[in-house]
Nanobody, 124 residues
């Protein structure tokens, strides 16, 4: 079993930055692909970005490309989401997820484990 715990959310002004962290308690972390998703009130959960278990080839949604960066530290069982140039439309509950699938899946159904999420609020 894998447990994921996110941290780092908060309130930030538009144009600001935040760094989200996701720590896994599972011993198989180094074989899991990791993804970040977000869900705003009234909206479906959407893919933000992900990285495969090798730590190569991160993939991002068009809406965050060039502003968000995903990195992984297998030694710390952690994955990070560095968010810059934040916009009010980035406001959402951000969750990390883990998958046994290869590559970087973009669908919710492809992920096996989920964290509870951390709230990001961007004020205008």
């Amino acid at each position: 079993q894998v447990q994921l715990v996110e941290s780092g959310g908060g309130l930030v002004q538009a144009g600001g930055s935040l760094r989200l962290s996701c720590v896994s308690s599972g011993r198989t972390f180094s074989r899991l692909g990791m993804g970040w998703f977000r869900q705003a009130p009234g909206n479906e959960r959407e893919f933000v970005g992900g990285i495969d278990w090798i730590g190569s080839s991160p993939y991002y949604a068009d809406s965050v490309k060039g502003r968000f960066t995903i990195s992984i530290d297998n030694g710390k069982n952690s994955v990070y989401l560095q968010m810059t140039s934040l916009k009010p439309e980035d406001t959402a509950l951000y969750s990390c997820a883990a998958t046994y699938a290869s590559g970087v899946p973009v669908t919710v159904a492809a992920y096996n484990y989920w964290g509870q999420g951390t709230q990001v609020t961007v004020s205008s």
